[in-house]
């Protein structure tokens, strides 16, 4: 079974510039989530889709980040425009809808805004 | 959760011992916990998970132990390899529709041949 893919997997940019990510999640999970990972922290949650619809984006700063599922499958986080503190792994993780929800988590895209 | 910047808690062992990370969870009405591993340069790689109504649970060298009158998970690695060595989560889910992760402070395990 292919895992959560992601790209880029690394990327640089200048602060206010704008940074999109990919994620591909595993087939046939419905549920999608987007994280934040500070160097040496725990992931974040930013934002969580069902399907293409979102169920949580409590923790996503909506001034300059965006993020849409439009056809339930992949997905595009976007940042605009970056600032130095945006500087992190975004991680995309997936789940199927099932009792026990585990999460797979994808490699990560490692952000450095300069 | 806490920040712990870039000075994770760091758990050193010998190769062959057995290794125990602790973790204290912060909300009474979490329902699942997860252990997570994540070796460098990778996305966390799911462990072992327990519910709220068990207190221990066994998988492949791994145990993870629940007490939840003092709100602490443990996760036991028995025979530790160097292939172990990785930072490890752990997570709980609020009891809700929608499977919320809020994830710990990590804690480095080194695994000296």
């Known amino acids: 079974e292919a895992g959560v893919a992601q790209s880029p997997r690394y990327k640089i940019i200048e602060k206010r510039q704008s940074v999109a990510f990919w994620c591909n999640p595993i087939s046939g999970h419905a549920t999608l989530y987007w994280y934040q990972q500070i160097l040496g922290q725990g992931p974040k949650l930013l934002i969580q889709?069902?399907?293409?619809?979102?169920?949580?984006d409590s923790q996503l700063p909506k001034d300059r980040f965006s993020a849409e599922r439009l056809k339930g499958v992949d997905s595009t986080l976007k940042i605009q425009p970056a600032k130095l503190e945006d500087s992190a792994v975004y991680l995309c993780?997936?789940?199927?809808?099932?009792?026990?929800?585990?999460?797979?988590f994808g490699p990560g895209t490692r952000l450095l805004v300069l | 959760g806490e920040s712990v910047g870039l000075h994770l808690p760091t758990l050193s062992v010998q190769e062959g011992d057995n290794s125990i990370i602790n973790c204290a969870y912060s909300n009474s009405a979490s329902d699942y916990f997860i252990w997570y591993k994540q070796e460098s340069g990778k996305g966390p790689q799911f462990i072992i998970d327990i519910r709220s109504n068990m207190d221990k649970r066994q998988g492949q060298r791994v145990t993870v132990l629940l007490n939840k009158t003092v709100k602490h998970l443990s996760l036991q690695i028995a025979a530790t390899q160097p292939g172990d060595s990785a930072v490890y989560f752990c997570?709980?889910?609020?009891?809700?529709?929608?499977?919320?992760?809020?994830f710990g402070k990590g804690t480095m395990l080194l695994v000296s041949p």
């Open positions: 993780a997936s789940s199927v809808r099932d009792r026990r929800e585990t999460q797979y």
């Open positions: 997570a709980e889910r609020m009891n809700s529709g929608y499977s919320t992760l809020t």
């Open positions: 889709f069902q399907n293409n619809g979102v169920v949580d």
